[in-house]
Structure formats: structure tokens, C-alpha cells
């Protein structure tokens, strides 16, 4: 069965460090993504990996944020640096057996976290 379970949010002031983390257990997805949403706006993708490392980054988080994953422990992470107030939101982890054409599009995930709050403090 097919679960994903995030865990590592917290608070944090701008220009800090902080690392999620995702247990995705149940099958070795081919694509993992983290997606964030902060109130009042859409759910936007922010970084993915696929089963042979190849990234994908959102503009915004580009060499700020860094996807990674171990495969023994089947655990996804998402490095952030240099936080600003603007990342803030809901993390989610997802997975999706295809990455597609959109790999960091909501639509192309079928499988999803619960969600860790990530605040950032100006």
C-alpha cells in the first residue's frame, strides 16, 4: 500500500536552513516530487527527482533547494538554503509512477502527503 509520510517542518527566520523529509514507502516510485501551498494560492510544484537522480527545479527555488533521496531507507528530502518569507506554505510530498511531459505539475502525481508547515520569519 502506498503511503507517504512527510515530517521536518518548522520555523525558521529568513536567510535560514531547513530539511523536510517524506517517507514514501509501498512501491519504488519512478518520479518524486515536493509541491508547497501557502494560503490563498495554488498548490505549485517545487522540485522532483526521478529513479535515476535527474532534477527538476521550480525558478523560484533554483540553487536555493535541493532534492535528494536515499533508496534503501526510500526516503525523499528537500534541502532548503537562504529561506525567504515568499516559501512558506504547506510542504507536500508526492509520487507518480511516470513523470510526464509536466514533471511538476500537480496533474501528473496521483499519490500524496499529508503535509508539513514550513514558516519563515521575516
Known amino acids: 500500500q502506498a503511503q507517504l509520510v512527510e515530517s521536518g517542518g518548522g520555523s525558521v527566520q529568513a536567510g535560514g536552513s531547513l530539511r523536510v523529509a517524506c517517507a514514501a514507502s509501498g512501491y519504488s516510485w519512478y518520479c518524486l516530487a515536493w509541491f508547497r501551498q501557502a494560503p490563498g494560492k495554488e498548490r505549485e510544484g517545487v522540485a522532483r527527482v526521478d529513479s535515476g537522480g535527474s532534477t527538476v527545479y521550480a525558478d523560484s527555488v533554483k540553487g536555493r533547494f535541493t532534492i535528494s533521496k536515499d533508496n534503501a531507507k526510500k526516503i525523499l528530502y528537500l534541502e532548503m538554503n537562504s529561506l525567504k518569507p515568499e516559501d512558506a506554505g504547506m510542504y507536500y510530498c508526492?509520487?507518480?509512477?511516470?513523470?510526464?511531459?509536466?514533471?511538476?505539475?500537480?496533474?501528473?502525481?496521483?499519490?500524496w502527503g499529508q503535509g508539513t508547515q514550513v514558516t519563515v520569519s521575516s
Open positions: 508526492a509520487a507518480a509512477w511516470d513523470c510526464g511531459l509536466n514533471p511538476l505539475s500537480r496533474s501528473t502525481y496521483a499519490y
